[in-house]
């Protein structure tokens, strides 16, 4: 970007899923994906150019009270890490009391097809934009959604 400062942080969620629940609120400028195959990650690819850091948000249907990061997306038996800085982030959730676990199987749907092909994007075109996705429960499997959002917005500030 020429002239322009890159967004230090951007969020990405889905549409009409609790992710979009946890990010409306934060103080972070966020785009709310149509869970479309193409769109999604065109959307994604466009953020990256714009910005340092991005985390995308999704849903996932067997996880309780917790969170998930994927450490990685996956095509087929490729599997392409993560360039967040992701102990930071474990140090910080940790100390703030949030339950998280560790995946490289971020589903076989939207989410992955996104996360996949951010992270392509990003080795492929040398961005210096790092990218992390992150699976939180249905809206009805999180006790206090407030509570997850104010403690991951101040988490998300710090980074």
Known sequence: ???REKLRM???????????TLVRGMDFPTVL??????KD???????????E??????????????????????????LLPTNFEIETLKTKLK??????SESQNPGTSYCNLVYWNALNYIRDNKCNCKFLFIHIPFEQ?????SELREKLNSILKSL
Do not use: H, V, W
């Open 141 to 145: 499997n999180i006790g206090n959604i």
């Open 33 to 38: 994906l149509p869970s479309d195959k193409i």
């Open 95 to 100: 100390a703030n009391n949030i339950t998280y």
């Open 41 to 51: 990650s065109e959307i994604a690819i466009t953020k990256i150019q714009t910005s």
């Open 53 to 78: 850091k991005i985390i995308c948000f999704g849903q996932k249907p067997q996880i309780i009270n917790k969170i998930c990061l994927e450490l990685a997306a996956r095509d087929n038996d490729a």
């Open 1 to 3: 970007m020429q002239n």
């Open 10 to 20: 951007t969020l990405l969620a889905f549409q009409n899923t609790s992710a979009e």
